[in-house]
């Protein structure tokens, strides 16, 4: 039997995109040559591992499991690389960096930009995620490095300083609240709020704070991203409570009144840098922690 990496590599991403031209798109292969791959790989194996139809590819039984080991050996190959390439001179190879939405609109790509430029054989691998699943990626060492807004980071984590991001208020030039130099969060809790990413860091804190306080949280829309937040404030759905990293990518052109929010705990909101502890990590890794946290 003989399965080569980029086989399953293709059956991965068949079934993370639930479609073979989606896929084939992804991964820039012809979809006719990636679907001869799949019935190579189904070849090797003697079993059929997708089911096909014009909705798209679904697992049968011997795919799912097929499926679950293909990531591990995968993720496997790739800690193989990874390793062999930091034993060179060089410092270069794939970086896995996750970091929540705020890290990524307001302070990453003038970062990641200059550490590309001083390493220019390091690919960085970043995925966007809330900051609760950037922290468990980092346990799991799904993550080589994560940044996310957590407080506090589970046993086994190293963690360090990244940026202040203090929570501001986002108002229509309009809004009764524009009046107000640093309106509190009771006074901010009176009116409709876009909320954005159901059960993320943001999420919690202000619902948290708003059971503390014995006050209701009245949500009028909830989205998917900063972006989409601002626009439905624009649109005098509601107002918003942002990182101001989010407020300066996307707020800042559009005529938003921003002001702080007048709480210790708004004003002290900060992103931390998360990497499991290691006694030893793989150069890229550690270039690239230790450009995050440099002054």
Not at 206 to 221: F, H, N, T, W, Y
């Amino acid at each position: 039997m003989r399965i080569d990496p980029y086989s399953l590599e293709l059956f991965i991403a068949v079934v993370q995109e639930g479609s073979i031209a989606r896929a084939a798109s992804r991964n820039h292969i012809a979809p006719s040559a990636l679907s001869r791959r799949l019935a190579d790989l189904e070849a090797a194996v003697g079993l059929p591992l997708l089911i096909r139809s014009h909705g798209g590819v679904a697992l049968t039984d011997a795919g799912r499991q097929a499926f679950a080991r293909a990531q591990t050996l995968h993720d496997q190959l790739q800690s193989f690389a990874r390793e062999v390439q930091s034993q060179s001179g060089e410092i270069a190879g794939v970086v896995r960096l996750y970091a929540n939405a705020s890290a990524i609109v307001g302070f990453l790509p003038e970062r990641l930009r200059a550490f590309q430029a001083a390493y220019p054989l390091v690919q960085i691998a970043l995925t966007e995620q809330i900051s609760d699943e950037v922290v468990r990626a980092c346990v799991d060492d799904r993550a080589d490095v994560g940044v996310s807004a957590s407080a506090a980071a589970p046993a086994g984590l190293d963690t360090w300083h990244f940026a202040n991001d203090p929570l501001i208020v986002v108002l229509p030039p309009d809004h009764e609240l524009v009046a107000s130099e640093a309106p509190t969060f009771a006074e901010v809790l009176r009116f409709p709020l876009v909320a954005v990413q159901a059960g993320g860091a943001l999420d919690r804190t202000l619902k948290e704070r708003a059971d503390a306080a014995q006050l209701p949280l009245d949500v009028s829309v909830t989205v998917n991203s900063f972006d989409a937040q601002c626009r439905m404030v624009e649109a005098g759905l509601g107002i918003g409570i942002v990182p101001i990293s989010a407020a300066s990518a996307f707020a800042g052109s559009r005529g938003f009144v921003r002001r702080p929010l007048k709480e210790a705990w708004a004003e002290t909101r900060a992103l931390r840098v998360h990497a499991l502890r290691k006694s030893s990590r793989l150069k890229a890794v550690q270039a690239l922690i230790d450009a995050l946290i440099a002054p």
